[in-house]
Nanobody, 128 residues
Framework: QVQLQESGPGLVKPSQTLSLTCTVS??????????WNWIRQTPGKELEWIGA???????YYSPSFKTRASIRRDRPENQITLQLTSVTPEDTGIYYC????????????????????WGQGTQVIVSS
């Protein structure tokens, strides 16, 4: 059974780069047809799709994050990483990684379907 576990620093200062890791167990990140998405929920807002990396390595980003986000994968470690540059307090929230058969803005709405798997999320606070 696939399990996803997000990890990160918890607290980041404004203007710094946020680095998060999603460690996947029980399932290879190179398995055909699956996409590995990053989503976040900031206070008072709905779930927001950030970007994704495909099983074959292509990356996709929301226009809102295209200039600041970078998603990579570490195949030997079976991990997905997210870097978000120039963070501000508005980036405070819970960050999730999710496995799905799709990528894009529809991913948050598919959270409870059978083929989607989400991690528990990791809290990020941006504050000086």
């Amino acid at each position: 059974q696939v399990q996803l576990q997000e990890s990160g620093p918890g607290l980041v200062k404004p203007s710094q780069t946020l680095s998060l890791t999603c460690t996947v167990s029980g399932f290879s990140i190179t398995t055909n047809n699956y996409y590995w998405n990053w989503i976040r929920q900031t206070p008072g807002k709905e779930l927001e799709w950030i970007g994704a990396i495909a099983y074959f390595g292509a990356t996709y980003y929301s226009p809102s994050f295209k200039t600041r986000a970078s998603i990579r994968r570490d195949r030997p470690e079976n991990q997905i990483t997210l870097q978000l540059t120039s963070v501000t307090p508005e980036d405070t929230g819970i960050y999730y990684c999710a496995r799905d058969l799709v990528w894009g803005a529809m991913v948050p709405g598919r959270r409870n379907i059978t083929s989607a798997s989400w991690g528990q999320g990791t809290q990020v606070i941006v504050s000086s």
